[in-house]
Nanobody, 125 residues
Framework: QVQLVESGGGLVQAGGSLTLSCEAS????????VGWFRQAQGKEREFVAL????????HYADSVKGRFTISRDNAKNTIFLRMNSLKPEDTAVYYC??????????????????WGQGTQVIVPS
C-alpha cells in the first residue's frame, strides 16, 4: 500500500521560507513522477510542481516559478518543496502526489495515482 505523508507546514510571514517534506512508503518511484498540488479555501486544487524521479526533470506552475524548488532524496524516498519569498496567496493545503511513469507535464490532478493527506501553509497578509 502506497503512503505519502507530508510534513513541514505552518505559519510563516510574507517573504519568508518554508520547506515541505513528503515521505513515501510502499513503492519506489524510480520510474514515476512525484509532485505537489495545493488547494486554497474555496478554490479548486491546483498544480504546483513536479519532478520526474529518474531524470530530475522539473515543471512548475507559473505562479511559483523562481520561488519554489522541488527535489527528491532517493535514499530516503522523500520529496521536498522549498518555498521562498512566500506570499499570502500561497496560503493553502499542500498535497504530495505521485503518478506512474514519466509524466513531464501532468498538471491535472485527476491523472495522478497517489495522494498524501495534506499539510497546511498559512502566510498572513
Amino acid at each position: 500500500q502506497v503512503q505519502l505523508v507530508e510534513s513541514g507546514g505552518g505559519l510563516v510571514q510574507a517573504g519568508g521560507s518554508l520547506t515541505l517534506s513528503c515521505e513515501a512508503s510502499g513503492r519506489t518511484f524510480s520510474s514515476d513522477t512525484v509532485g505537489w498540488f495545493r488547494q486554497a479555501q474555496g478554490k479548486e486544487r491546483e498544480f504546483v510542481a513536479l519532478i520526474v524521479w529518474s531524470d530530475y526533470n522539473t515543471h512548475y506552475a507559473d505562479s511559483v516559478k523562481g520561488r519554489f524548488t522541488i527535489s527528491r532524496d532517493n535514499a530516503k524516498n522523500t520529496i521536498f518543496l522549498r518555498m521562498n519569498s512566500l506570499k499570502p496567496e500561497d496560503t493553502a493545503v499542500y498535497y504530495c502526489a505521485a503518478v506512474r511513469g514519466r509524466s513531464y507535464y501532468y498538471t491535472d490532478g485527476l491523472l495522478w495515482d497517489f495522494w498524501g493527506q495534506g499539510t497546511q501553509v498559512i502566510v498572513p497578509s
